[in-house]
């Protein structure tokens, strides 16, 4: 079966560069979620989207956005990276706001 | 206070027992309830949802939900080596999903 696919799935970048990362989510599933996972931490929620409008914010940074396009995959955009923004990216796609989410295999960023 | 509360552990089982993972959550009106299953570096797993009061059982693995005490859990039989992981419980109160931190489970051969 068709799983959440994200890319890159490793990224290393310098501060106060720029990274973009990518979802997309299992087909026919219409709702994306990102969460940012630091080492032993649980899964912080940043920002979901539901038929390509953002549907609820979570603890995203203002340096941070995020859309969802017409074929339903999502993009983070991260700017004026920190050292502490190191951590596993996760995306998760639902079918239908509320239902159980399943997630991608995230996306490894270290900012050196 | 946070949304969900689990106990981070460590919890020790040894193979073919019962494990027992505990779940809160402060948000009387949440609907649905989740397990997943998190192997170090690795994304959640979903294991288990739950919507209504009660046990609801999918092989070795038994969700429980009682929403007036607002208390989830999941009970893993005759566990696995192999189900040695962290155990993120998850709760949407209708907004957004909140987990807990995570329940770290080592099954003892």
């Known amino acids: 079966a068709a799983g959440v696919i994200q890319s890159p799935r490793h990224l290393i970048k310098e501060k106060r560069e720029t990274a973009t990362l990518k979802c997309y989510p299992i087909p026919r599933h219409d709702t994306v979620y990102w969460y940012q996972q630091g080492p032993g931490q649980d899964p912080q929620f940043l920002i979901s989207?539901?038929?390509?409008?953002?549907?609820d914010k979570g603890s995203i940074p203002d340096r941070f956005s995020a859309q969802q396009f017409s074929d339903y995959h999502s993009e983070l955009n991260m700017s004026s990276l920190e050292l502490g923004d190191s951590a596993l990216y996760f995306c998760a796609s639902s079918w239908d706001y509320n239902n159980e989410q399943f997630f991608g295999p995230g996306t490894r960023l270290t900012v050196l | 206070q946070k949304e969900v509360e689990q106990n981070s552990g460590p919890l020790s089982v040894p193979e073919g027992a019962i494990a027992s993972l505990n779940c809160t959550y402060s948000?009387?009106?949440?609907?649905?309830f989740f397990w997943y299953r998190q192997y170090s570096g690795k994304s959640p797993e979903l294991i288990m949802f739950i919507y209504s009061n009660g046990d609801k059982e999918d092989g070795r693995f038994t969700a429980q939900l009682n929403k007036a005490s607002q208390y989830v859990s999941l009970l893993i039989r005759d566990s696995q080596p192999s189900d040695s992981a962290t155990y993120l419980c998850?709760?949407?109160?209708?907004?957004?999903?909140?987990f807990g931190t995570g329940t770290s489970l080592t099954v003892i051969p």
């Open positions: 998850a709760v949407n109160p209708g907004n957004q999903f909140y």
């Open positions: 948000d009387r009106g949440s609907q649905s």
């Open positions: 989207f539901y038929e390509k409008m953002q549907s």
